[in-house]
C-alpha cells in the first residue's frame, strides 16, 4: 500500500511540474500591453489599406470641371480663290489667341481672334477683262498678291467624346476629336489692294488631348467661306474678281481661306460640385 501510495504521488507530481513549466512560459498580457498593441495594429492597417484609398483621393481631386478655358494657337494659313484652287498649297503663318466657355464634356463655344497671311498666283491664263467682246475675254495676265486677313468670330463644338482627365464615374475620355462650325467676320488688309470686310462661316474639325488636369493641347484645322470677293486684291486693282465672267453671290464664287493650328489652352473657374449626401 506504501508503494502504491508513493507511485501516485509521484505521478501527480510529475504532472504538477509539467503545468508548472508549461504556465511559466505563457506570456501574460497586462491591459497595458493590450493598449500599447491596439495603435500599432491601427498603423499597420492604415498602411496596408493606403495604396487602396489613395486612388480614391486623387480621382476626387481630378473629377473637377471648369467653366471656360483660354490659349493661343500657332500655324499655317493658305488661300483659295481664283488664284490657287490647290489645299495647303502657298502656306504662311498664322496665330490665334481663343476663349472657350465649356457647357459641358460634349459641348463648348469658343470665340477666336485670329492673324494670318495669304497669297497666290494665277499660273494658268486670266483675263484682263472678262467681259470685253473679244473671244480671249482681253489681254491674257498675270496676277500676284500678297495680303493679310484678320478674322473674329465665333464656333460651337462637339466632342465625339466626353472629355476630361478619363476617371470617374463619367467615363469620360483624356482624348476627343470634334467637329465645329460658328459664324465671323474677317478683314483684308495689306499688300497695296486697300481694305475690304465681309461675313465668314468657319467649318472644321479637330483633336484635343488633355495633357494635366488643367492643360489641354489640340490641333485644327478650318475654312473660313467668306462673302468677300476682294482677298485677292492688288494695287492695280481686283483683276480676280469675277475674271471669268461668272456673277457671284453670297458665297458662290467668293475667296476663302483656311487654318491649320497646334494650340494649348489653360481651364479657369471651377464649377461647384453638387454633394450627394
Keep these: 500500500m506504501e508503494v502504491i501510495r508513493g507511485s501516485k504521488a509521484l505521478r501527480a507530481g510529475s504532472k504538477a511540474h509539467r503545468a508548472g513549466r508549461y504556465q511559466w512560459k505563457l506570456p501574460v498580457l497586462s491591459s497595458m500591453s493590450i493598449a500599447n498593441l491596439l495603435p500599432r495594429a491601427k498603423r499597420v492597417y492604415f498602411l496596408l489599406l493606403l495604396p487602396f484609398l489613395l486612388p480614391f483621393t486623387l480621382r476626387a481631386e481630378e473629377e473637377v470641371e471648369y467653366k471656360m478655358d483660354m490659349g493661343a494657337g500657332l500655324g499655317g494659313c493658305y488661300y483659295m480663290g481664283d488664284a490657287n484652287g490647290v489645299p495647303f498649297a502657298n502656306l504662311s503663318a498664322m496665330g490665334a489667341i481663343t476663349a472657350r466657355r465649356i457647357f459641358n464634356a460634349r459641348m463648348a463655344l469658343k470665340a477666336n481672334l485670329a492673324f494670318g497671311h495669304i497669297h497666290g498666283s494665277t499660273d494658268g491664263f ?84 488633355k495633357l494635366k488636369p488643367r492643360v489641354n493641347i489640340g490641333f485644327e484645322w478650318t475654312t473660313r467661306f467668306s462673302t468677300t470677293d476682294k482677298l485677292d486684291a492688288t494695287p492695280e486693282g481686283t483683276q480676280l474678281k469675277d475674271p471669268y465672267g461668272v456673277k457671284s453671290k453670297m458665297f458662290k464664287n467668293k475667296d476663302s481661306y483656311s487654318f491649320a493650328m497646334f494650340f494649348i489652352t489653360y481651364d479657369m473657374f471651377p464649377k461647384l460640385r453638387k454633394c450627394n449626401n
Design 126 to 209: 486670266i483675263p484682263t477683262d472678262a467681259y470685253s467682246k473679244t473671244a480671249e475675254g482681253g489681254y491674257p495676265t498675270k496676277v500676284d498678291f500678297s495680303r493679310n486677313v484678320l478674322d473674329l468670330g465665333v464656333q460651337f463644338e462637339l466632342n465625339f467624346w466626353g472629355f476630361g482627365t478619363g476617371v470617374g464615374y463619367k467615363g469620360n475620355s483624356r482624348i476627343t476629336p470634334y467637329i465645329l462650325a460658328g459664324v465671323g467676320i474677317t478683314v483684308g488688309m495689306g499688300g497695296g489692294g486697300g481694305t475690304c470686310a465681309g461675313m465668314n462661316i468657319p467649318v472644321g474639325l479637330g483633336v484635343k488631348y
